[in-house]
C-alpha cells in the first residue's frame, strides 16, 4: 500500500500568519493517465470531512483562495497564507493512484 | 445542493452484520463512482470499497474484503454496505463519498461493535 506522511502531525499558528502542511507519499501518485490523485481534505472539528483540492492543485468550489495546494511525484504542500480562526481543522493528503486509496495520518491545526 | 445521508448504523454484537445506506440527491448519482470511507474513534481517515458508477466493478479495502459487500441503485439514488462478521475493529464512523478522489462527504453514520 502507498504511505502518506504528514508532517507536522500538530500545527500551531498565529492568526494572520501562513501556514504550510507537507505531504510525502512512499511512490510517485502519477497516475498511467498522466493525472495525479492527490486530494486535501480539512476536518473541523465535531464536522464531516469536506475536500479543498483535487488533482494536487485544483480548488473545490468555496475553497478561500488563501488555500493552496502544489507539488508533483512524491512530495505535496498545502499552504495557508493567512490563518483564519475559522481553519482550525484536521488536514489530511490523500491519494487516489493506487488502490488502496490511502490517507496521511492528518495535521491538527490550532491557534497558537 | 449535493446531499449525502447516510443510515443504518447501530450498536451490533462481534460476529453480527448491518446494512448502511446512503441516499443522494443534488446530481446525478449514475454518473459517478462513490466510495465508503470510516474513521475509528479518534482515529484517521481509512478507504473502505468504492463503485464504479455502472455497477460493474468494486473495490475493497484488504481488511474488508470477503466481510463486507458494496452496492448501489440508480434507480433510487442510493448506495448501499453490507457488512459481514464484523469486529470490534470495525466500529467507526462511516461516510458516503460522492466519487474516487474525496468529492462530496454525508454527515456519516455511527457503527458500533461491542458485546
Known amino acids: 500500500d502507498v504511505v502518506m506522511t504528514q508532517s507536522p502531525l500538530s500545527l500551531p499558528v498565529t492568526l494572520g500568519q501562513p501556514a504550510s502542511i507537507s505531504c510525502r507519499s512512499s511512490?510517485?501518485?502519477?497516475?498511467?493517465?498522466?493525472?495525479?490523485?492527490l486530494s486535501w481534505v480539512q476536518q473541523r472539528p465535531g464536522q464531516s470531512p469536506r475536500r479543498l483540492f483535487y488533482?494536487?492543485?485544483d480548488r473545490d468550489s468555496g475553497v478561500p483562495d488563501r488555500f493552496s495546494g502544489s507539488g508533483s511525484g512524491t512530495d505535496f504542500t498545502l499552504r495557508i497564507s493567512r490563518v483564519e480562526a475559522e481553519d482550525v481543522a484536521i488536514y489530511y493528503c490523500?491519494?487516489?493512484?493506487?488502490?488502496?486509496?490511502?490517507f496521511g495520518q492528518g495535521t491538527r491545526l490550532d491557534i497558537k | 445542493q449535493v446531499q449525502l445521508v447516510e443510515s443504518g448504523g447501530a450498536l451490533v454484537k462481534p460476529g453480527g452484520s448491518l446494512r448502511l445506506s446512503c441516499a443522494v440527491s443534488?446530481?446525478?448519482?449514475?454518473?459517478?463512482?462513490m466510495s465508503w470511507i470510516r474513521q475509528g474513534p479518534g482515529k484517521g481517515l481509512e478507504w473502505v470499497a468504492y463503485?464504479?458508477?455502472?455497477?460493474?466493478?468494486?473495490y475493497y479495502a484488504d481488511s474488508m474484503k470477503g466481510r463486507f459487500t458494496v452496492s448501489r441503485d440508480n434507480t433510487k439514488n442510493s448506495l448501499y454496505l453490507q457488512m459481514n462478521s464484523l469486529t470490534t475493529e470495525d466500529t467507526a464512523v462511516y461516510y458516503c463519498?460522492?466519487?474516487?478522489?474525496?468529492?462530496?462527504w454525508g454527515q456519516g453514520t455511527l457503527v458500533t461493535v461491542s458485546s
Open positions: 490523500m491519494q487516489a493512484t493506487h488502490w488502496p486509496y490511502t
Open positions: 488533482r494536487v492543485s
Open positions: 511512490q510517485s501518485l502519477v497516475h498511467s493517465d498522466g493525472n495525479t490523485y
Open positions: 463519498v460522492r466519487g474516487t478522489w474525496g468529492g462530496n
Open positions: 463503485i464504479t458508477s455502472d455497477r460493474k466493478t468494486t
Open positions: 443534488g446530481f446525478t448519482f449514475s454518473d459517478h463512482h
